[in-house]
């Protein structure tokens, strides 16, 4: 029964995601003679990512506090494991937040400037990324020699 739900839901967000891509590339253009050429279906777009996106991070944190609540009552080192590893993550945030330039950008084309906390914000996000990227690699490379070092 839960195979053929998450089949069904797999294959719903599929068809979608063709669809609304679908619209935007071939929807047309708000006004095809301006600089700045926006497709009519952009809104969606947007909304249909910011769904997926925000659907995406609570059931992970679901899953992850129901896997954490199983860990704790089986095997409390695990557990210890999980809070570890979650700290870590916090402590990378607040290390590339302040490592982030505050330094207000002019938008091209609309001359809008974005304020200090947004450009904080989004340079944490990608100094983030690059710095899980590279602990990934790092543990793929590094993981099955300390194995068989053991």
Do not use: H
């Not at 590339?96 to 304020?115: A, N």
């Not at 989004?122 to 590094?142: K, Q």
Request: glycine share 6%.
């Amino acid at each position: 029964m839960l195979k053929n739900l998450s089949r069904i839901v797999l294959y719903l967000l599929c068809a979608i995601t063709v669809v609304v891509t679908v619209l935007f590339f071939t929807g047309g253009d708000v006004d095809p003679n301006a600089d700045y050429v926006e497709p009519v279906y952009t809104n969606a777009m947007i909304n249909l990512m910011y769904a997926c996106f925000f659907i995406t991070a609570i059931l992970a944190a679901a899953s992850a506090l129901w896997q954490f609540v199983i860990k704790l009552s089986s095997n409390k080192g695990s557990a210890i494991k999980t809070i570890v590893s979650i700290g870590l993550t916090v402590l990378v945030l607040a290390v590339t937040y302040f490592l982030s330039s505050g330094q207000e950008i002019t938008l091209l084309g609309t001359g809008e400037v974005v304020d200090e906390q947004t450009v904080r914000t989004v340079d944490m996000m990608i100094y983030t990324i690059y710095t899980m990227v590279g602990a990934a690699i790092l543990l793929m490379i590094f993981g099955p020699l300390a194995k068989r070092i053991k």
